[in-house]
């Protein structure tokens, strides 16, 4: 799942900077909202649309592009759940229970 979604990533991140050299980067994170989306919702034609870790990574990655004041408008779940998905991925980031050894140190 880890190299799934890294390869996801990275795959979207090569789009990244054809958008920030162009001017309007917010209308553009937009239409990358938008795009995305459709993506989604074209690979789950059936059933409710679930976001899978490299979805919700990129909502929020590209919600730091997007005023807040459109966020209603441009992403398919409330702005709390993109702020909720963003704050995940910091402290799963700054989690060191891997470096933690199980039991009493020596």
Known sequence: MI?????????KLLTVPLVLLRRGTAKDAELLVL???????RR???GPVRFEPAD???FAV?????????WLKVFPVAPGTVLAWHRR????????????????PP
């Open 3 to 11: 190299v799934s979604l890294l390869y996801k990533v990275t795959r």
């Open 35 to 41: 795009r995305h989306e459709i993506a989604v919702l």
């Open 44 to 46: 789950q034609l059936t």
């Open 56 to 58: 919700r990574f990129w």
């Open 62 to 70: 590209l919600s730091a592009l997007i005023p807040r004041r459109h």
């Open 89 to 104: 991925f910091i402290a799963a980031k700054w989690d060191y229970t891997a470096r933690r050894g199980t039991g009493r």
